[in-house]
């Protein structure tokens, strides 16, 4: 396989803090030699576990990269052990302009993994994560929000896997987070995930929904900053306690827990985030917007739980996400 033409402008392997990029060949309209350069930290001290923490895997989620570059400004060497590998903003023609997916080439990062070094800018950026960063990492935190179009209570997450040490690596390390809600998330469609790669090398491996609506707010960046400070000290590359509140637990059993819309219309929500439902209950009309006169369409909870996340516009179509539902522990 052809050697990724990403070069790094900062080492790994070097004591101190370096500021840098990852620089990706990319002849376009605007520059016929030129490159997308995706800014990168890397603080490191002696020897001792790498964490490898990324935002903007979508670029309409926020809460990730003002985290991180908080953290790459505050951050440092002293007071490391081991390494942190900051990347704020992984897609990054995609955050640029303010898009779930890039600007440049359409892709969705978290559904192109492990990528193609041949392939377009969005493969060769997660092939250079899946064959070069990843592997320096033990333990990995992608940050992410809702974006435009979805809206949760914000919660981390880990998955069900078949390594069930890992799993239980996985699940501490998302207790460590502490956001208000842990999810044991069941993915709609895992093959080409960021998350589904690095578990896939045997990591740790942490994610989030803190939020969404294309925005952040003080609340959802705090949790973010204290979740990956945690993090960072349940991984011993900070020294500390970690801090903990409550946090509501949550499962996610199958995919009775998506309710999938049908019909294209006027989304009105009849539940709240956080609150309780049961098998039955009308979760959301929608609402024929062509004509009046139309009764509204219901959707109905097929599960027992709580309304962990929603469709964020009002407008819908056939095939959105309407509403996500969690079984609490």
């Known amino acids: 396989m052809r050697n990724n033409p990403i070069s790094a402008t900062v080492g790994f392997d070097e004591n101190g803090v370096h500021h840098g990029y990852l620089k990706v060949p990319y002849s376009g309209d605007d520059s016929a030699w030129g490159a997308v350069m995706i800014p990168i930290t890397v603080v490191q001290n002696g020897e001792g576990p790498t964490a490898l923490l990324t935002g ?12 991180l570059w908080s953290l790459a400004n505050e951050l440092e060497s002293k007071n490391v052990r081991g390494r942190v590998i900051i990347v704020p903003a992984m897609n990054y023609p995609a955050f640029t302009t303010g898009k779930r997916t890039s600007s440049i080439d359409g892709g969705n990062m978290n559904r192109v993994f492990p990528g193609n070094p041949n392939g377009t800018i969005t493969e060769i950026i997660a092939d250079y994560f899946n064959r070069t960063l990843l592997p320096l990492a033990d333990f990995v935190v992608d940050i992410h929000s809702g974006g435009k179009t979805l ?28 956001a208000p809600y842990s999810v044991m998330l069941l993915e709609l469609d895992a093959v080409h995930m960021y998350d589904t790669a690095a578990e896939s090398q045997g990591k740790v491996f942490v994610s989030t929904e803190l939020g969404g609506g294309g925005s952040a707010d003080a609340h959802t960046t705090a949790i973010a900053k204290r979740g990956i400070n945690n993090i960072l000290k349940h991984a011993g590359i900070l020294e500390g306690e970690v801090i903990l509140d409550d946090s509501v637990q949550i499962d996610m059993p199958d995919g009775r827990c998506f309710i999938t819309s049908e019909h294209s219309g006027l989304l009105e929500m009849r539940v709240n985030l956080g609150d309780p439902v049961k098998e039955g209950d009308v979760i959301a009309h929608v609402h024929d917007i062509e004509r009046t006169g139309i009764q509204p369409v219901e959707y109905r909870a097929q599960i027992n739980g709580m309304l962990v996340g929603r469709h964020y516009p009002c407008l819908t179509k056939p095939g959105d996400n309407l509403a996500v539902i969690g079984v609490v522990n």
């Open 151 to 178: 809206q949760f209570v914000p919660f981390a997450a880990a998955h069900i896997l078949e390594n069930k040490e890992q799993q239980a690596k996985c699940v501490a390390a998302m207790q460590a987070f502490n």
């Open 56 to 67: 903007a895997n979508h670029g309409d989620e926020y809460e990730g990269p003002i985290a």
